[in-house]
């Protein structure tokens, strides 16, 4: 049997996302035992799947799936209790025909523990979010209309600003220490409304702020999961507080 792993991250597709993901955690998680794989499809699809399954187990799932056929090798013999920690990683997919505000936060409500069902974290509008940054101090407040979000519009928008973290091998610390105080406060700015917050919001709390933006102005605040999650995992090595 494989040894045991502490936890598991699912991410959306299969490249972007594990390419990025590869780079911190060599620079923040090097000590964790993590475990990727990739569903495959948008977080629609794999609640429609969860909803018919009375034990909710996604490791099962992503067993099965057809879309990532070597999922089957890389969970080999791992069940749902030997992940301590279970971390999903999708799209807002805010213009997939199955959305809806309603369905969207109670998919956030089915996946919002990560020693339970899993906590999911949510790139608005997609995982190019995190390479969308215009300038650290533009980045507050930077959004995107919605009529944008669609994949081949954003992702040639999401190049147009600071070039480092166009490739996701780009491994320098104290630019991604920066990247994530700007996301966690520009996290806190989307519910507040105000600058200088910088505690760990919950997934929920974003997608209500992003839903309000989305149906009063047509614009949803850029925003990656990932250096949220990175945040979340090792807030107390971080003291943007205090920090002159």
């Not at 099962?60 to 990532?68: A, N, Q």
């Not at 109670?106 to 020693?115: A, V």
């Not at 790139?123 to 390479?131: C, G, K, L, N, T």
């Not at 009529?147 to 166009?166: D, E, H, M, P, T």
């Amino acid at each position: 049997m494989s040894p045991k792993s502490n936890i598991l991250c699912i991410f959306e597709g299969e490249k972007r996302e594990s390419q990025y993901f590869k780079t911190l955690k060599s620079i923040y998680l090097d000590e964790k035992n993590i475990l990727v794989c990739s569903f495959g499809n948008d977080i629609f699809e794999l609640y429609k799947e969860l909803k018919d399954d009375e034990d909710l187990d996604i490791v099962e799932i992503l067993r099965e799936s057809k879309d990532v056929s070597r999922n089957k090798d890389i969970l080999n013999n791992y069940t749902r209790d030997d992940f301590n920690q279970v971390f999903l990683f999708f799209d807002f997919e805010c213009q997939d025909t199955g959305f809806t505000v309603d369905s969207f936060l109670s998919i956030l409500d089915i996946f919002n523990e990560e020693t339970e069902n899993g906590k999911v974290f949510i790139s608005y509008p997609m995982i190019e979010a995190i390479r969308d940054i215009p300038s650290y101090t533009e980045f507050l407040e930077h959004k995107v209309s919605v009529a944008n979000c669609r994949g081949k519009i954003y992702k040639g928008l999401s190049v147009q600003g600071l070039k480092l973290f166009n490739d996701p091998r780009y491994n320098d610390k104290s630019n991604w220490d920066r990247l994530v105080k700007i996301t966690i406060e520009k996290a806190n700015f989307i519910l507040l409304g105000e600058p200088n917050c910088f505690k760990m919001p919950e997934q929920k709390e974003i997608a209500i702020g992003q839903c309000k933006s989305m149906n009063t102005e047509g614009e949803i605040f850029v925003l990656s999961p990932y250096p949220l999650f990175i945040f979340h995992q090792k807030e107390s090595t971080f003291d943007f507080n205090n920090e002159t």
